[in-house]
């Protein structure tokens, strides 16, 4: 949910067949054209997934997201994910991301808000009325106990990036690949 605004908000709700929001690994283009051998369309400005936190998964370099209240239940009303969004994905690519998720992660439809929106309204009246449009995708959010999460901490992008992309890509990215394609081979057979 949205903190207390004095503004009143509508929603509309756009649904967004064959996308995904990323939160970690997957904002990673590299991560991302490795998987799927191509880097599919996404949306153009970072999107905000409202009402969860996202915490390091333990001794992992990516990161888990769950609703926040189940993380610290003050914390629910202001609490968001910032991601992205990856579009146009067809069944082959998504079957490929839920293998890379595995069964840590459940794919769950969510809303997210364009951050383009950000404190967007009609007026400066404070009964101001604004239109968002929330778009509906699909996202992995933790399913494995949360005593395997850094609860206490946030993940950081620009610190995966910088300090454990190469190793991520080499250690976990593609031997999941590799693994997806013999599974998929003896599937064949």
Not at 110 to 133: G, I, R
């Amino acid at each position: 949910m949205r903190p207390n605004n004095p503004t009143t908000s509508t929603h509309v709700i756009q649904k967004m067949a064959n996308s995904v929001f990323v939160y970690g690994s997957l904002m990673a283009p590299p991560v991302v054209q490795e998987l799927v051998g191509r880097l599919p369309p996404s949306i153009p400005h970072p999107v905000r997934l409202w009402g969860h936190s996202r915490h390091p998964v333990k001794n992992q370099a990516f990161p888990a997201v769950i609703p926040a209240a189940t993380a610290n239940s003050n914390q629910q009303h202001g609490s968001f994910v910032d991601g992205m969004i990856w579009c146009e994905l067809n069944e082959w690519e998504m079957k490929v991301f839920d293998f890379f998720e595995d069964v840590e992660y459940q794919r769950t439809k969510v809303q997210v808000e364009p951050l383009s929106q950000q404190q967007q309204s009609s007026s400066d009246d404070d009964d101001a009325t604004t239109k968002k449009t929330l778009l509906e995708v699909d996202a992995y959010i933790w399913a494995n106990p949360q005593s395997e999460l850094e609860l206490d901490k946030d993940w950081n992008f620009e610190q995966f990036s910088s300090l454990r992309l190469e190793d991520y890509l080499q250690n976990t990215v593609r031997p999941y690949r590799a693994e997806f394609d013999r599974l998929e081979k003896e599937e064949q057979k």
